[in-house]
């Protein structure tokens, strides 16, 4: 059956049997296909070691199953029992600080500490023993948000075995580590630690690998559960709900090719118009990391937020009609559905104000009359499961490259790759073009333009790939601070950016990092900030020139025909509006046109050989027209040239003929 997966986390162990039964009433109001259980159960699925209470689960499922609603059974390794911090103290984690932290929270666990994997494995076998072949069973959910880091003696034992499988022997990793400077040099392998909290500034290179390491770790207690559950129920997708950040020490683009579908969970932090953007995203850094997955092109959202969202100082309501207009731009950019955290707001516990499908006010509220309305939207529409996303333009965001930038020590703060990526993302987004956010430079043909934002650390392979891509006809935009170093974090000698100086036709001598309210001026009019540089072009021809100050009449941006293609170079944060046009004029280059909505409204199609559905997303507050031929799904009415899409509403056109 061709359904959209729409729900959200589901905990009926919080409530009792009256509230199940009114559970399954809203559920079918509002045709909830997908309910995720048992994240955090682990306690009440196993209240004392090896004792199982299955009861509540099985009533759970069957109730799922009677209903017509997928499970998305996870395991609870998320969240272990009080007991089990007891019984194995040594398998808490430790902060940075050396701290041994209590059981008090969730996610208490050390993913080195063997009397954790073993408990885990134990639990997910269990799970899977009893649920393969229950009807309700759609897909498997292993643990939530993988992401704790931990300093104990045993995952600091681990990390010395991944260290000497990547550099085989100590010289090599003092090299790697240039521990040459202030003395570290390590003589025998049981010196290593994890990088503890420390005196001054810490090596980046083993703080660096560690990060690395600790993604490699986190993925071997995934892949280990996913076996075990792959084993019992091989017709079953398995996956992890990741969550985003740049303090999430798991590579999430070398993670996709063991999840069967890439799924991940997205709340916005801006309360306002800026989350349309942070949407759009999260969805193309998905469809990016899903190109790797075995479930691509598809992805799925897992989980977003009702109503309030948590933000640093407050929560924000999400306004009326938001919520679905940010599911289907996920649907719209080839998400399989729309879930959320949670279907019922929680009456205590730690987060006992987060939103919910059913609020604390019960149904008689605003939020579950838009979740049923949504519900409805989702069902009208769900003949574009079909169809996928296609997207010639790819912004790159590599996520060990951005914890390097992490490292203090660098020259200046505030380069952060994330915000460099979005900032491409946006330009674009602005324009109507769609483009995929990707982690990896493999598979670089599908794209006419990438734009490679802050990209600090490239390995000689890397810099290889991009080349013969730009040489096979690509069209690059690199901008400030990439290429700066290797895969170990060391500085690439004799002129930056060192790997990429002969693809870009240039040879920085120097970096001129500029203060908070330093603004540099270019021959073209435009601003930039942050950053500028001393540019010579060994090949290159100049596009702009800095105007005024230190760099007056030097290159600023630069241009270098390669082969069949070209690659430019940006040396200074660009005003957004000036990187918004420089970034068309590449994509014109490229033969990418800009889309051609009305500001404020978002065009995304989804493909299907001949046929395609177009989201036309109005996120301004007036209605829009918008020109299209074919049948508006949501009301099923017939579109001859064009179609109005309400303030704040959407339309989903099946395109071509009525
Ligand atoms: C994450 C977690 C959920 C919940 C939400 C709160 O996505 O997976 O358990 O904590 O954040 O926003």
Redesign the pocket.
Known sequence: MRRLLYGG?YNPEQWPDQVHAEDSELMRRARVTAATVG?FAWSTLEPAPGRYEFAWLDRTLDRLAADGIGAILATPTASPPPWFGLAHPEALPVNADGVRLSHGSRDTYCASAPAYRAASRRIAGALAERYRGHPALVLWHVH??YGTVCHCDLTAAAFRRWLRIRYGDLDRLNDAWTTAFWGQGYTDWEQIRTPRATQYLANPTQALDFRRFTSDELLSAYVEQRDILRAATPEIAVTT?Y?LGGWVPVDHDRWAREVDIVAI?H?PSDPGAGAEEQTAFAADLARGWARRSPGRPHWLLM?S?PNLI?TADRMHTKEPGRMARHSLAAVARGSSGALF?QWRAPRGGA?LF?SALVPHAGPDSRVYREAVELGAQLDRIAEVTEGVVGSSVAVVYDEPSAWALQARGLPATGLDPLDEAQRAHRALWRRGIVVDVIGALEDLSAYAMIVLPMHYLVADAQAAALHSWVAGGGRLVVTYFSGIADEYARVRVGGYPGALRELLGIRVEEFHPLGPDERVKLSTGAAGDLWSETVHPTGAEVVARYAGGVLDNRPAITRHAVGDGTAWYVSTRLDPAAYGDFLAEVAAAAGIEPGQAPAGVELVRRTAGQRSWLFALNHSTAPQDIAADGVELLTGATVSGSVRVAAGGVAVIREGQP
């Open positions: 986390d994240v939530n948000e709900n969550v969970d709340y989980e937020a948590y955290f987060e987060h």
